[in-house]
Each structure stands twice: as C-alpha cells, then as structure tokens.
C-alpha cells in the first residue's frame, strides 16, 4: 500500500503524518488511488477534491432491471443446473434481485413520487404506478400523498408520518421503551413468520386489493401469469425460491433496516417547536464502512489490523450497501434537505458539495453515522429516550 502522496507506508509511522479523523478522508490519505472510486461507491462519500461524474436518473432504472433480471437469472440457473455445486450461486442470485428491488423501491419508485426521474409528471406517474402494482408496493398515488406528508416537518415523527407508522405501528416499536427491548423487537421481527406474513397481506391490500380496478388488474394479471407460467413449466418451487422470497421476505428485512436507520428522535425541545433545526437534527447520514487502521501493515499487528478492516469491508460492509443500503439511501438527510431537487442522481457528490458550502438555508450542517447497525442503535437510543406524549402517543 502506498499513500496518494507516494510516501510508503512502510516507511513512515501512519501516526506521524497526522491522518484525519474522518473515515473516508482517511481511506483517500491511505490507499491507492486506483481503489478510491470503488471506495466512494462502497461508503457514499466521496474523497476530497474529488470530481463528481455524470449520473442520470434514468441510469438507476437501468441498472435496477439488470440486478432483478440478472439476479433472478442466476437463481434459476443454479436451482435448475443439476448440481448440488451450483446451489452456492443461489445466495449471490438472491443478494442481486434483492438490490434491484431496493434500487427500485428506495430510488426509482421514491423519486418518481417527487416527480424527479422522469422529464414529465405523467411519465413519473405510470412508471410508479407500474412499479407498484408489478412489486407489491403501496399504489403509487396513495404513496406520493403520504409521503408528501412526510416531507413536512409539522408531520414527520407523528402518527401521520409513514415512517412513524412502519415503526410504531408494523414493527410495535414504542417510545420509552428500553432500548434492548427495542433491538429484540426488531431481531424478532425479521425473524418471525408472522410478522413476514402481515407485512406481506399488508403489502398485498395497499398494491392489488385498492379499488382502482385498472392498477389492481396490472398486478393481478402479472402475478398470475407469472404463477401460471412457472407452474405449467414444472419449476414452481424455483419461483418460489428465485422470485417470491426476494420480493416478499428478503425485501421486508431489508425495508426493516432501511426504515431504522432512516431517521431519529431529538429531544423533546426540538420536535417541540418543528422547524428547520428539527429536520436537522431528526436525519442523519449513514455509510457502510469505518475508519483504517492508523497502523502500518508492514508488522505483524499492522497486517493484521488492515486484514481485519479489508475483511469487513468487503464483506459485511459491501452486503449492507447491496442489500439495506442500497442507492442513495445512505444520504437519505441531503434528500430531507433538497427533496425536489434533480441532483440526487449524483447524490454522493451532491451532498458532499451542500455539505462544504455549509448547507444553505438550514441553520445547522450535517450530521453523520458510519455503519448501519451503530446508526440503527443510536436511533433506537433516541426512541428509547422519547416520552410517548411528545410524538403523541
């Protein structure tokens, strides 16, 4: 490993050249240039001074349709190859289809609702509506209202809030509550049949049983044909496994995380007064990774402090940015922020470049987590430490 300054590591004591504190900074003082993009995509922080590169909204459907159909794909062809061998590819053939049905639900559907994918409003519309009924998502008109709503910092961490509805309500996360009562809760949650059986009904009466007949059909007819054609094939229990597992259950765990670590409670003075301050401080952004080691690898110790951190980047870390993390989920609070705006294509950069510029028309900069489940555990904190009555409760 060298630094980007061509000073060696092994050379130079890291803790002499007075490494900075933030993460990713560190990861660009620390490593090779050639690994710095792949590091930004990986964390959704960019390196300093680094040049933010053309991205289209359009670019995210795209790429969303090929890990649905290249991850379906590759479950089907290791379930259908014969070999007990091939059934080692299906957890990779799950871990794609389910970051484009994230891609999907967190980026495309949700832009769409703000009308920023699309050039026109009516575009925007049929997309949403297509992807809700096809994916068993909440019809799009009723999602767009509600989460119109929870753009409003009058509403937002209320009863009205979506998010505060999935919380308290699907997942029976209450204020005041101890905080390892909350953890167990939801490790009980994503675990529990029961409650991938009512998240999934749930699912189900918000996307095909709505009463608009024209956007119930589309979905109706899709998954029946989908249903008829796998059972008229003989590969029934491989749909099952390739198709329906992803979109119902892998995608509620994953909705799970997403949701937790979306947003937390401040203190009871700042929801009081729910003004600009409150949005500051009630989202935070949240990216996979931690800091390197400050160590050397050329010891012993050092080498095995830098194996430690490759291992988890590229492991837990790389599983939570394709599986909860996936887009621009980690720069959710630059979206709280900007919520019309159409840069969130290169929503890195972007909120890195609001960031520098001091966060225009918010009196407070950004707030910031590393790791998904130390953020998860620090919003909970912030539920546990909620009275009921300032949320309404």
Known sequence: ??????????????????????????????????????????????????????????GFVARALLWVLGGTALSYA???????????????????????LGLFQVVVFHHCSHGTVFRTRETNRRVGRLISALLLFKRFEDYQREHMMHHSPRKLLTEEDEFADFVLGMCGLEPNLPKRELWRRVL??????????????????????TGDRAHDWTGRLAWGAAIAAAAATGTLAEFVIAWVLPVTVLL??????????????????????????FVCHSTVGVFPGSAPPAVAANTPAGLLAWTAWWADMLTVQLFVRLFVLVGDAPCHDFHHRKPATRKWADYIHARQADLEAGSPGFPLGYFESWGLFRAIDQNLGTLAATAPESIGR
């Open 1 to 58: 490993m060298t630094l980007l300054s061509d000073i060696s590591l092994s050379s130079m004591p890291l803790a002499s050249l007075r490494l900075p504190d933030d993460p990713r900074s560190r990861m660009a003082a620390t490593l090779p240039r050639w690994i710095q993009p792949f590091l930004t995509w990986l964390t959704a922080k960019p390196a300093p001074g680094e040049v933010a590169p053309s991205r289209s909204a359009t």
């Open 78 to 100: 290791a379930l259908l190859g014969g070999s007990a061998w091939l059934w080692l590819l299906v957890p990779f053939g799950l871990l794609a289809t389910s970051c484009g």
């Open 188 to 209: 009980t949650n994503c675990a529990s049949p029961v409650f991938h059986w009512q998240f999934a009904r749930r699912r189900v009466k918000a996307s095909l049983l």
């Open 252 to 277: 509620q765990i994953a909705t799970v995380g997403r949701i937790l670590c979306e947003h937390r409670f401040p203190e009871a003075e700042v929801m009081a007064v729910r003004d600009r301050t």
